[in-house]
T-cell receptor, first 111, second 114 residues
Framework: TQLLEQSPQFLSIQEGENLTVYCNSSSVFSSLQWYRQEPGEGPVLLVTVVTGGEVKKLKRLTFQFGDARKDSSLHITAAQPGDTGLYLC???????????FGDGTTLTVKP | DAGVIQSPRHEVTEMGQEVTLRCKPISGHDYLFWYRQTMMRGLELLIY????????DSGMPEDRFSAKMPNASFSTLKIQPSEPRDSAVYFC????????????FGSGTRLTVV
């Protein structure tokens, strides 16, 4: 059983469209991170959310942490081909010292 | 800072051979993690260290895998003997304070065992 479920698994859209990807769990997390990974490289940290209900914005990306700290979403406005990649969420259960990763959403943005 | 440095970037070896992967974490980061990524299983945590001490090795597949961190600037992951099912991308990551602070990943080592 995967601790963090990400959906959708694959997403292919046209440049300019909006999209939302989700990260869900039955566990409570002290924090949750979103990463983007490009082919041949390691994941790169985009954001960390720590407070239930927290919303963070990074240019066209909006991240939200669920009120109960069990889930999160990533919304991209006006997607661009440069947004293409594997988006991974990761969470640390309280005092675990380590993060568990979801399986990721593979996003393709076509010009 | 040059980031987390892993070597080699690619490794092709024959079944039964010993493989050693290397990692230099970011200076000042107290946590070091070894992950393995495959299409089937995604990113799996193998082992992590805090201040050079192994804290959790429950993800190490079996006795063929071992990891060391002799000092704050160097870690190795060794597979002996290697098997085809060990083929994967192995990532090292470091963090100033564990999962809550997020990780900085290296570029990975793509291991192919034939």
């Amino acid at each position: 059983t995967q601790l963090l479920e990400q959906s959708p698994q694959f997403l292919s859209i046209q440049e300019g469209e909006n999209l939302t990807v989700y990260c869900n769990s039955s566990s409570v997390f002290s924090s949750l991170q979103w990463y983007r990974q490009e082919p041949g490289e390691g994941p790169v940290l985009l954001v960390t959310v720590v407070t239930g209900g927290e919303v963070k914005k990074l240019k066209r990306l909006t991240f939200q942490f669920g009120d109960a700290r069990k889930d999160s979403s990533l919304h991209i406005t006006a997607a661009q081909p440069g947004d293409t990649g594997l988006y991974l969420c990761a969470g640390e259960e309280t005092n675990a010292g380590k993060s568990t990763f979801g399986d990721g959403t593979t996003l393709t943005v076509k010009p | 800072d040059a980031g987390v440095i892993q070597s080699p970037r690619h490794e092709v070896t024959e079944m039964g051979q010993e493989v050693t992967l290397r990692c230099k974490p970011i200076s000042g980061h107290d946590y070091l993690f070894w992950y393995r990524q495959t299409m089937m299983r995604g990113l799996e945590l193998l082992i992590y260290f805090n201040n050079n001490v192994p804290i959790d090795d429950s993800g190490m597949p079996e006795d063929r895998f071992s990891a060391k961190m002799p000092n704050a600037s160097f870690s190795t992951l060794k597979i002996q003997p290697s098997e085809p099912r060990d083929s994967a991308v192995y990532f090292c990551a470091s963090s100033p304070g564990g999962g809550d602070y997020g990780y900085t990943f290296g570029s990975g080592t793509r291991l192919t065992v034939v």
